[in-house]
């Protein structure tokens, strides 16, 4: 349906998009990834934190309280493929992941149902903790171009790099620019606009409706509804608090689990499949949120430029402790103070969080400081991510992608392009199956894995790396040996070994490939050392053996 006035024709989804521009604000709180893990560390691996600096696709800190969500100029709906035609999917999420598998769905012909347990995020001015940045880089581009959607190219919007705050005060900068960034809240509200605009007969989305059950076996899901608790008891509201009420069963074909790491359509999967197995584990850190600082703090090669810009921090003596700062649109500051988990609690007064920035960081503003202590003085703390690992991404009508299947920890900022990444394998899925409905989940699985546990693994021994656990750890050997030696060899043989280290590609490389070729160039690395040593005994011994 199109609206007219005398002199342009605006869609539905362009007044949603234009409202949302000129008069929505959020309330702001982020996470932030492990940017102290991205700092220190490399000091002899100089590619690898530049690396590390451009993977970053999940910079979470957040923006100004003004939030601007780009329109699109993709206004045409595609042409649905009939291979799938009138089947019906229910997507249980309408994050980013969700709603673009909803568009791989309804491009192949389904009608789609996507359930949200939160209001829609232009509504939802109290989505604390979700409105952190994500940096859209080459992987989780690519997902969205095969869909024709169009990202935004305001400068605001795209990358200038990174400045790096090591506790010597010797300041460093990486230029990365290029890439899109939006919060998570606005790249959520971008994305619904673009489903709805792009199939508006095929796709539906259904906000604040959680899962009450989910049976596998009747191929139904049941929703409540869930309203704010404002008015109601506290007693009648769960954790997070929403209140349940009307409760609606929902039949489906096709059920795509994208409801985070929390997944209650995991959750059933568990319950129903004998050895299904999920390993989670914690980043060990925690967070708190400050807002709207003003300074001058960007280097020369950033000062002139608009775009965003973030600054990391890294503490003395104390691997899990962080502080990041990112440039808004108007020029403030805002970002993250990150401690091990449990760190914060003992932090008990506003003096306390002053003695800490000072004496931990380098450089931070003077000026800065009683304001960042004030506001994280006495606020909640918020976990900074899990790493997730199911032993399976699909089921007889169940698919699991996005944090529900294959969550990792804010290390290298894979998480919300690999879920773009995984609505479009999802789409390739579709294709293989060729209209067998019945094999979509089986062949999504055999398609995905490999890269989701792939990630997994480089997340964990990231992690590993990240957290300085000394040069006898394996994982730090690993990943040593990997950038080392395929520094050398891409520069002696690079027709032989590729331009540069799997690992320098995280951008756009399947995860599979960057892990095996990590632990290929361990190997190689361990039996050059192991010839070495060999020689350099063999040397000895025939050298005290001859004659004077």
């Known amino acids: ?105 309804a491009r192949e012909g389904f009608s789609v149902d996507v359930y949200e347990r939160r209001p829609e995020p232009k509504a939802d001015v109290v989505d604390s903790g979700r409105a952190y940045i994500i940096i859209l880089i080459p992987r ?65 989305f259904h906000f604040e409706r959680g899962v009450e ?5 009747k191929k139904q899901v049941t929703f409540s509804s869930m309203s704010n608790p404002s008015a109601a008891s506290a007693e009648s509201n769960n954790e997070e608090g929403f209140q349940h009420s009307v409760t609606e069963l929902i039949q489906y074909e096709m059920l795509i689990g994208a409801d985070g790491a929390a997944s209650a359509v995991r959750g059933a999967l568990q319950s129903h499949i004998p050895g299904y197995k999920v390993d989670i584990s914690d980043s060990g850190r925690e967070y708190k949120v400050y807002m709207n600082l003003v300074g ?16 990391l921090w890294s503490a003395k003596d104390d691997p899990f402790m962080s502080f990041t700062a990112h440039r808004n649109p108007d020029d403030t500051y805002s970002g993250t103070f990150s401690m091990c988990t449990g760190a914060h609690a003992k932090v008990q007064s506003v003096a306390a969080y002053e003695e800490i920035l000072r004496t931990k960081f380098a450089g931070i503003p ?37 944090d529900a299947a294959h969550a990792v920890t804010p290390v290298f900022g894979q998480g919300a392009n690999s879920s773009l990444e995984s609505g479009q394998v999802l789409g390739q899925a579709l294709k293989e199956a060729n209209g067998d409905l019945e094999s979509v989940p089986d062949t999504f699985d055999k398609l995905r894995k490999p890269d989701v546990h792939g990630l997994y693994e480089i997340d964990r021994k990231a992690f590993s790396f990240f957290s300085r656990k000394g040069p006898l750890d394996p994982d730090f ?14 520069k002696i043989v690079p027709n032989l070994y590729g331009k540069q280290p799997m690992l320098l590609q995280l951008g756009t490389a399947p995860y599979s490939k960057i892990l095996s070729a990590v632990k290929r160039d361990a190997k190689v690395s361990a039996m050059v050392l192991i010839l070495i040593a060999m020689s350099i005994v063999l040397r000895m011994f025939f050298t005290s053996g001859s004659p004077a």
């Not at 010797?170 to 606005?186: H, I, P, Q």
């Not at 059950?213 to 076996?217: A, I, P, W």
């Not at 960007?298 to 810009?309: I, Q």
Request: positive net charge; contains cysteine; hydrophobic residues 35%.
């Open 1 to 105: 349906m199109m609206v007219t006035n005398s002199s342009c024709k605006l869609s539905k989804s362009q007044h949603e998009r234009l409202e949302i521009s000129t008069s929505m604000r959020y309330r702001q709180k982020s996470m932030y990834p492990a940017a102290r893990h991205q700092m220190s560390t490399f000091k002899c691996l100089n590619k690898l934190r530049k690396s590390v600096a451009t993977s970053t696709a999940l910079a979470d800190t957040p923006l100004s309280d003004e939030i601007r969500v780009p329109a699109t100029t993709q206004t045409s709906t595609p042409t649905v493929a009939p291979l799938y035609l009138g089947k019906k999917a229910v997507v249980v999420g309408a994050g980013p992941a969700g709603s673009t598998a909803a568009m791989f769905l």
């Open 213 to 217: 059950k989910v049976d596998l076996e």
């Open 477 to 490: 050997l690993q990943l040593l040996s990997h950038v080392l030696l395929g520094t050398i060899l891409s």
């Open 140 to 204: 989780g581009k690519a997902a969205l171009a095969e869909l024709g959607i169009s990202l935004p190219t305001d400068p605001h919007f795209i990358t200038q790099g990174s400045v790096r705050h090591p506790p010597n005060g010797k300041v460093s900068v990486v230029k990365e620019a290029g890439n899109v960034t939006f919060s998570r809240s606005d790249l959520a509200q971008f994305l619904i606009n673009e489903a709805r605009s792009k199939y508006p007969d095929s796709i539906r």
């Open 296 to 311: 001058n703090i960007e280097p020369p090669e950033f000062k002139d430029n608009a775009g965003a810009t973030l600054h």
């Open 366 to 402: 003077e000026s800065w400081i009683p304001s960042i202590a004030q506001q994280v003085n006495g606020s909640p703390a918020s976990p900074a991510g899990k790493r997730i690992r199911c032993s399976q991404l699909g089921a007889p009508g169940v698919v699991l992608l996005g």
